[in-house]
């Protein structure tokens, strides 16, 4: 068999003079790089991952990126679960915006099934949705700040970031971890007055938004360590597989709430932003423009949502019957105790659904053989692409830049790990 | 819309506007930076000195949080009969749809012939427990629900964490039959 020959822009000699570093570091020919390793568990990573850089003076000519230390055993469990109690599993993917992972699970089911859910289910997913864009948006801003030094921002993100996690608790029972999604619907009904108030909160999120721009957007220090570092071409952008706000702002406006509507996201006006460059900058712009236009949608989700009707859709065959039937008739609780023990059973096929989760396009891929628990599903993790193209990035740039660029890759580890 | 987003600004900078002496000099943007976070600092200062709520940390195992939602997911509950037995008939859905399997049924006959069966043991092992309410939602009888209260949630040992059937019974005496407590997924 032929071996296979990589062309010569790919090969590493290659790319390394397009970027030329060659002719910058190596002092004396007879100088090895020194290695340094940013271990699995260091200060200034967030999470969990093995950065093995050589560096030639102050300079890294090659890194080693090895992800895989908060590996779980995910797509081994969903096989061991039924359908309805693998979703907290769901949760912990990306932990921050664990609504999204739990709608987009749900909805592969749901299109498998073909179960349509109602009118007001959509518009809470909707929101529910945005909102936790937002929160995870707060926080991968707020770490890229206080790992450039800026601690206020921190913990002005984090105080926003709270009061809406304090809010979904009013409606879900958790903060952080809310397993409220369920196929065909949701496991409950918000309170009476939760719309009105998460109005109020987000109006006054803006404030504390404004004191940010105000320490941030002229601050030298600031600009200086993000503008052109970390950049990425378009063309490398692509062929990495990379999607979400760090495609964006390569220049490219695809995202699958646009380009593949679901949910109510063609009933709403927003738009996408994209950057130019593709650097840390840009991470930083394209995210403070993704949470206006959250905001946007949140307050457009309030306005137009029908305020009564059902949440659950009536398909029976997949969520559990109402508590009065299993109280008082023999149907219901057998229906009950069927879905409890076997789990809902969809019919034979494999299915994809994706939705667009904060870092990127979040799909499932479920394989299933007609019983109650997924034969195989594969979760394609927006993290996991994005860490392919990390040497690309990192390649050229000094020690103290890795971690301001990977602050703004938002690298959520229970999502890239798995 | 009726509410419209305001212009942060200094967000429409893009393209990338060249900066200017004075930004580049770092005092203009010390003396902003002083000023947003002095405000900041006065306006808590300000609270805390009236007694309202300054800061937001709390002691967890000792101090309680008093404004926890009645939504929360927390502590979990047998609920009694008015006898003073246990509501739960041993069915194992609980221990069925429990997804970290922290829950532990073993039946007995009842003296009740209507009744049945009730547990000998009902184990939960509050280190594994994840708080994802569904056993609440699994119960066909309504006998296990969650308080609000994160309570007496935390141990030394994680052996001592495992709660037995009269721990969870006897935890609220105050629970009967007729008032619904914290999460219930009706």
């Known amino acids: ?418 | 819309m009726s509410y419209q987003l305001p212009d942060f600004p200094d967000m429409n900078y893009y393209d990338r506007k060249k900066r200017t002496l004075l930004d580049q000099l770092y005092v203009k943007e010390i003396g902003r930076g002083v000023w947003i976070t002095s405000k900041h600092l006065f306006r808590n200062l300000f609270k805390w000195l009236t007694f309202r709520k300054g800061g937001v940390v709390i002691l967890y195992p000792e101090e309680q949080r008093p404004d926890l939602s009645p939504n929360n997911r927390g502590r979990h509950v047998l609920v009694q009969r008015r006898n003073g037995s246990p509501r739960c008939v041993a069915c194992q859905m609980c221990a069925t749809v429990c997804p970290a399997s922290c829950i532990t049924i073993e039946a007995e006959e009842s003296d009740d012939a209507i009744i049945q069966k009730r547990p000998k043991v009902f184990n939960i092992d509050i280190s594994r427990c994840i708080f994802c309410g569904f056993c609440v939602e699994a119960c066909p009888v309504d006998a296990i629900r969650m308080l609000p209260t994160t309570e007496k949630l935390v141990g030394y040992n994680r052996f001592k964490m495992i709660y037995d059937r009269d721990t969870l019974l006897h935890w609220n005496p105050v629970v009967n039959d007729d008032v619904v407590h914290g999460y219930n997924p009706i």
């Open chain 1, 1 to 418: 068999m032929a071996e296979l020959e990589i062309p010569a822009k790919y090969k590493i000699d290659e790319v390394r003079k397009r970027k030329e570093i060659l002719e910058l570091p190596i002092a004396s020919p007879g100088d090895e790089p020194i290695k340094i390793n940013l271990g699995p568990s260091h200060p200034a990573m967030h999470g969990t991952i093995k950065m093995i850089a050589e560096m030639v003076g102050e300079t890294i000519v090659n890194i080693d990126v090895e992800p895989g230390f908060l590996h779980r055993g995910f797509e081994k469990m969903m096989e061991n679960h039924t359908y309805p109690s693998a979703l907290p599993y769901t949760d912990r993917l990306n932990y921050v915006t664990a609504f999204i992972n739990n709608f987009g699970y749900v909805a592969t089911i749901e299109k498998l099934f073909g179960i349509e859910i109602t009118e007001r289910c959509a518009w809470l997913r909707t929101l529910f949705s945005e909102l936790s864009r937002i929160t995870d948006h707060y926080t991968c801003q707020a770490a890229i700040c206080s790992e450039i030094g800026a601690m206020t921002p921190f913990l002005y993100f984090m105080q926003a970031r709270d009061w809406i996690w304090e809010h979904f608790n009013w409606a879900t029972g958790a903060r952080q971890t809310y397993s409220y999604a369920r196929i065909g619907g949701l496991a409950r009904d918000i309170p009476d007055d939760w719309l009105d108030k998460c109005k109020e909160i987000l109006k006054s999120n803006i404030p504390l938004l404004k004191d940010i721009h105000g320490l941030m957007d002229k601050n030298r220090i600031f600009l200086d360590r993000t503008q052109g570092v970390g950049e990425i071409s378009q063309e490398d952008a692509i062929n990495a597989g990379i999607t979400g706000p760090f495609l964006r702002s390569t220049g490219v406006g695809y995202d699958v709430r646009k380009a593949l509507p679901y949910l109510k996201y063609n009933e709403v006006e927003w738009e996408v932003p994209v950057g130019k460059y593709g650097d840390n900058y840009d991470r930083w712009f394209i995210r403070n423009r993704e949470i206006e236009e959250s905001l946007k949608i949140c307050f457009q989700c309030i306005e137009k949502m029908p305020r009564t009707g059902p949440i659950n859709s009536d398909d029976y065959q997949a969520h559990l019957p109402y508590k009065p039937e299993v109280y008082q008739t023999i149907e219901g609780l057998i229906n009950h105790f069927k879905i409890i023990i076997e789990g809902p059973k969809p019919p034979k096929g494999t299915i994809y659904h994706c939705v667009e989760a904060a870092n990127g396009e979040l799909g499932f891929f479920l394989v299933s053989d007609g019983t109650g628990t997924a034969y195989r599903l594969h979760v394609r993790a927006p993290s996991f692409m994005t860490m392919g193209a990390l040497d690309k990035i990192i390649i050229g740039h000094q020690l103290a830049d890795i971690i301001p660029i990977f602050g703004s890759v938002n690298m959520v580890g229970g999502e890239c790990d798995r």
